[in-house]
């Protein structure tokens, strides 16, 4: 059974910063593409961050500069650094999986609420 369990969410203040992680199993993360998307209320969900098997990474421009993806392949986890967060940041935060073998997976999502 595949599984995406993030943590790390909760409330902090514009400015500060948070770390989220993915911890993932059934699948293997340095043979997947891992990626962190959010849903804000009243807004379609899109995606932050991708990381491809290769390690190659990507952003969306709205967090580009504060947001850093990444990988621990030994621990099987993907990390999500969010600094200088910002009010437009709140949002749900899911974890997301594609590889072959598997297709697509979804975590249940955390929550992250930026106060201002």
């Known amino acids: 059974q595949v599984q995406l369990v993030e943590s790390g969410g909760g409330l902090v203040q514009s400015g500060g910063s948070l770390r989220l992680s993915c911890a993932a199993s059934?699948?293997?993360?340095?043979?997947?593409?891992m990626a962190w998307h959010r849903q804000a209320p009243g807004k379609q969900r899109e995606r932050v961050a991708f990381?491809?098997?290769?390690?190659?990474?990507n952003s969306s421009d709205s967090v580009k500069g504060r947001f850093t993806i990444s990988r621990d392949n030994a621990k099987n986890t993907v990390y999500l650094q969010m600094n200088s967060l910002k009010p437009d940041d709140t949002a749900v935060y899911y974890c997301?999986?594609?590889?072959?073998?598997?297709?697509?997976?979804w975590g249940q999502g955390t929550q992250v609420t930026v106060a201002s």
């Open positions: 990381i491809t098997a290769t390690g190659s990474t």
């Open positions: 059934g699948i293997i993360i340095s043979n997947s593409v």
């Open positions: 997301y999986a594609y590889s072959l073998r598997v297709g697509s997976v």
